[in-house]
């Protein structure tokens, strides 16, 4: 007999809601990697598209189960199988990027699993935290907000990609929320740094300009200083 | 008497000479047998017939003599009317023999008749086709005359047509190399302005959708 929760509005609210601004901001973000002024990388486009993919899936995974919970308390063992899935997504990913050269060469397969090693300890931490304190409908609104950043972060570095690496354009760094709130205490913004390290690698010089991505203005000086520490410069009539 | 004179006359005039040679031996046989007949009735004695004497016992009275004499001409009559009756049967068979001779020379006057008319008929026909040939050459001369001036003059308007269509050919050409050289540019220039429409249209798309999801899209990122 098919199972059915009664008296479960209120996270059906917060879930839709929730899965309904996820939605939008990836038909933005589609948007954005199909405009013609960007010249977006093909190879890029494509992670994109899977990232989104995988993930969406897993949200809808992650409703479902949550829905299942009700006003309970997540369990110990259901926290730690959530958490196991998402890392088992990110496997994933990397799975497909691996397999089908055709479509993902070399030099893009490794830098999105640089992202995805820097990433996944914040994202694990941080879900890890929502999953123990919150209730399940809160729970799954924070969890798409998570994932949400990060796929918008995902979204910003390889737009990096694109123009530093495949364009070979003058390089930039994109400075954005998911930057600003998981970084590291004790390398601060590792994320800007891994990514520049991946480019002077790519032979795109140690010289960058900053773009500002986040919702407001941000503290250059700090960005430049923990970069300055890597042989890394920016380019101060740049920053925005 | 003058019956077998006239009778020989006729014979000889309607018979051919085998066939009177024939008719005389016959009356002759048919003489000598009655005179034999005769003489041995009137019991003539003499040498010459002295092989056809009977022995006879008593002499003959004259009565017996004018009754033989009477009994000859009866004898003599009868034979004679006897070929008479034999010569009128062979002339009848002469004649009939002869009136089949004629109609069969009659048929055949006729058939030399026909064949003659059939000739004719062949040499006429040949005639008329001889003629018609003849005055199917002269029409065919003629119409090779004829042809061989339409010919003449076909050849002539086709030769100008040539001359035409080179000339307009040639225009084509000047005409193809400079739309060569222009359509080019002009399929260039419309090609860039269909890229350029086609980029417009996708960014009003893009603007469009991204103006409806401005509400849900506060914290989306918009590259640049």
New interface residues.
């Given amino acids: 007999m098919i199972a059915y929760h009664k008296n479960n509005i209120l996270f059906r609210i917060a879930s839709a809601d929730a899965i309904?601004?996820f939605k939008?901001?990836q038909?933005?973000?589609f948007?954005?990697v199909?405009?013609?002024d960007?010249s977006?990388d093909a190879a890029a486009k494509e992670v994109v598209l899977l990232e989104y993919d995988r993930f969406s899936q897993w949200l809808y995974k992650m409703e479902r189960i949550l829905l299942n919970v009700g006003d309970a308390a997540i369990s110990r063992q259901l926290q730690h199988a959530l958490v196991e899935s998402f890392r088992e997504e990110i496997n994933v990913i990397e799975t497909v990027l691996t397999a089908h050269e055709s479509t993902f060469p070399a030099t893009i397969v490794d830098f999105t699993k640089m992202v995805h090693a820097y990433s996944q300890p914040m994202l694990h931490a941080k879900l890890s935290e929502m999953l123990q304190s919150d209730s399940a409908s809160k729970c799954f609104g924070n969890m798409v907000d998570l994932i949400?950043?990060y796929l918008?972060h995902m979204?910003?570095s390889l737009?990096e990609y694109s123009n530093n690496v495949v364009n070979a354009s003058c390089p930039f760094l994109c400075v954005?929320?998911w930057c600003m709130h998981f970084k590291d205490d004790e390398m601060p913004f590792l994320s800007m740094i891994r990514r520049a390290q991946f480019f002077k690698k790519m032979n795109t010089g140690s010289t960058f300009t900053l773009?500002n991505?986040t919702?407001g203005d941000f503290d250059s000086a700090n960005i430049v200083s923990a970069l300055n520490k890597f042989d890394i410069h920016t380019r101060t009539e740049a920053l925005e | 008497m003058d019956i077998l004179p006239d009778l020989l006359k006729q014979l000889a005039s309607s018979l051919s000479p085998t066939e009177f040679v024939v008719v005389l031996c016959i009356i002759a046989a048919t003489s000598f047998v009655v005179v034999s007949y005769i003489m041995k009735n009137v019991r003539a004695k003499s040498g010459m017939w002295s092989f056809l004497d009977e022995p006879e016992d008593e002499p003959v009275e004259l009565k017996d003599v004018k009754d033989a004499v009477q009994q000859l001409v009866d004898d003599n009559s009868k034979q004679h009317s006897e070929l008479t009756a034999a010569s009128r049967q062979i002339l009848a068979a002469i004649q009939e023999a002869r009136a089949e001779d004629r109609e069969r020379m009659d048929a055949v006057i006729k058939y030399l008749e026909e064949i003659s008319a059939l000739e004719n008929l062949l040499m006429s026909t040949k005639k008329d086709i001889l003629k018609q040939i003849e005055d199917l050459q002269h029409q065919s001369r003629t119409h090779e005359t004829h042809d061989l001036q339409t010919h003449a003059a076909m050849r002539q308007s086709l030769e100008s047509t040539l001359g035409a269509l080179s000339k307009i050919n040639a225009q084509l050409e000047k005409v193809d190399e400079y739309v060569k050289a222009v359509v080019p540019e002009f399929k260039q220039a419309h090609r860039e302005l269909s890229k350029d429409i086609s980029t417009l249209s996708r960014d009003v798309a893009l603007v469009e959708r991204s103006v409806q999801s401005q509400i849900n899209t506060v914290n989306a990122v918009t590259l640049r």
Avoid: G
């Fill in positions: 309904s601004k939008s901001i038909a933005h973000s948007a954005q199909v405009r013609t960007i977006f949400t950043d918008q979204l910003t737009h954005s929320s773009k991505y919702s």
